[in-house]
């Protein structure tokens, strides 16, 4: 038995054995906050497959969808831009270092005086926490660009979109990769934050009201939902980013 | 058709100044190839950023074809030490060759030019390839195979075969001394090895210590085309290396201005 294959037994083994801990730790407790596992999954599966899918779970992840492309594209333009321009990064790092210390829920209220209860709303925080993780990185990845690299692009005379597109973008992609993917687990959390207030559809409003109105057993069945979702979005990711830094990985591993 | 006059270059340091350049004059006629050696550190990298227009020198000018040199001049192409940085590992190696031909010149000239450059160093099968999934010395000539189909009038090489090993060395040596008859192109080399400087050259400019002037120019008067072992065999080689280490030693002290 190969160690790939005996590391991978183990895995699900474990997996199982915690699985099957859980379910019994739940079925024998008294208490009625603790659901029975069983319970947790058969509810899971009535409301989420397929019943509520597209009355909940397809406009939150339509929303996070917008704030986070909104936030990536935004945080790659303005990024680079300070990046490449000393003086630019200069007098935006007070601002920039102060809005992204704000806590996002305590961005709530502001939000909800400028830009109402609806959606637009819950896509501008959403956008603007995860604008801060890929901003900061896109920036510090062209700041960090060789020396001989745009020194090489410089010589060969090509032209400022050349530059871009065929040197600086690719240069300080996987820093940008790595803001994307932080970016993209505080899209999941915000996607439950901006729901937490007054709405009326999505993920995170099924679970603040569960808990409101005390059906713990939905409440559980929206976490495991998350939770899932948080776990595909960073597997579909991470293919993504394998395909796209193909180069990188095989550079850096090559490489004495 | 390249002229340096009174170059001078002095980096601003919190100290005052650093004066990398005390004052060069030399000149690079069409299709010779010349080395500049000297001591390390004696500004020869410097030297190089001012004529490549990377760089503006503090006084002086340096000018080619006439013109002066202000910003990266078109007919100029460089091949630098550090080949894992210069060249792009997002693209294949026929991609890093084309690259900077996209706005030089149409696309089925600009591929032939590809193709030509990479026989030339005999990468001609490599094209599909990634650079890092070649040697250090394979990486090197896709470098010089991208300057070639740039068709430079001038090309630079900064210690360009430093970071491989001997044996590859010897090879790129040869390979540059071919591509050079066989495009006519003038070169540069700035090196501190001092056997390359005259295996290579028709000249060889010899710089002071830092701050640098030039302490000699020497015609190297050897037979062509060179060959490794016959040309290093002969005695004029041994006395124009010994002749061109002796002035380099006694560079270690300062020339006065």
Same mark, same amino acid.
């Given at each position: 038995m190969s160690a790939r294959a005996g590391r991978l037994g183990l895995e699900v083994g474990v997996t199982a054995l915690i699985f099957a801990a859980i379910w019994l730790f739940t079925t024998s407790s008294d208490s009625y906050l603790v659901v029975a596992l069983p319970d947790m999954l058969s509810r899971f599966r009535e409301v989420w497959l397929f019943d509520r899918v597209g009355s909940d779970l397809v406009p939150s992840l339509v929303r996070m969808t917008y704030g986070y492309v909104t936030a990536v594209v935004v945080g790659v333009v303005v990024g680079v831009a300070i990046g490449l321009m000393p003086l630019l990064r200069a007098l935006t790092h007070p601002l920039i270092s102060f809005m992204r210390a704000v806590p996002p829920i305590a961005l709530l209220p502001p939000a909800i005086i400028v830009l109402g209860l609806g959606n637009s709303m819950r896509v501008f925080i959403i956008a603007f926490v995860c604008v801060w993780p890929v901003l900061l990185n896109a920036a510090d990845g062209t700041a960090e660009l060789n020396k001989t690299l745009t020194d090489t692009a410089r010589v060969y005379g090509l032209s400022i979109g050349q530059r871009l597109r065929f040197v600086i973008l690719p240069a300080a992609s996987p820093r940008i990769f790595a803001g994307m993917r932080t970016s993209l687990s505080f899209a999941v959390l915000l996607l439950v934050t901006s729901e937490w207030i007054a709405s009326t559809n999505g993920v995170g409003s099924f679970l603040i009201q569960a808990q409101q109105t005390f059906r713990i057993t939905d409440m559980w069945a929206a976490i495991i939902l998350l939770g899932l979702l948080g776990y595909s979005l960073n597997q579909v990711f991470s293919l993504v980013e394998r395909r796209v830094l193909r180069w990188h990985l095989r550079s850096t591993a090559t490489s004495a | 058709m390249l002229e340096i006059q009174e170059l001078t270059k002095t980096y601003a340091t919190s100290g005052g100044g650093t004066q990398a350049i005390a004052q060069l004059d030399f000149s690079v006629e069409e299709s010779e190839f010349v080395s500049v050696v000297g001591p390390s550190g004696c500004g020869k990298t410097t030297l190089l950023k001012c004529i490549s227009g990377l760089m503006r020198p503090s006084g002086g000018r340096a000018q080619l074809h006439g013109r002066e040199i202000d910003g990266p001049p078109e007919e100029l192409a460089i091949v630098f030490q550090n080949y894992g940085q210069s060249l792009f590992p997002w693209l294949t190696v026929r991609k890093n060759v084309r690259l900077p031909l996209r706005r030089k010149r149409r696309a089925q000239e600009a591929d032939a030019a590809v193709e030509e450059a990479l026989a030339a160093v005999g990468l001609a099968s490599f094209g599909e390839h990634y650079p890092w999934q070649l040697s250090g010395g394979m990486q090197q000539r896709v470098a010089i195979a991208r300057a070639l189909a740039y068709r430079p009038s001038i090309l630079l090489l900064d210690e360009p075969f430093a970071s491989v090993d001997a044996q590859t060395r010897t090879d790129l040596e040869d390979l540059v001394l071919q591509v050079r008859r066989a495009f006519g192109v003038t070169v540069l080399l700035v090196t501190h090895d001092i056997d390359e400087a005259v295996y290579m050259s028709d000249r060889i400019v010899i710089l002071s210590k830092q701050p640098s002037t030039v302490i000699e120019t020497l015609a190297v008067e050897l /037979?062509? /085309?060179?060959?490794?072992?016959a040309t290093k065999e002969l005695a004029e080689f041994a006395h124009l290396r010994a002749h061109v280490y002796r002035a380099i030693m006694r560079a270690h002290e300062p020339v006065p201005v």
């Open positions: - | /037979p062509n /085309p060179r060959d490794q072992i």
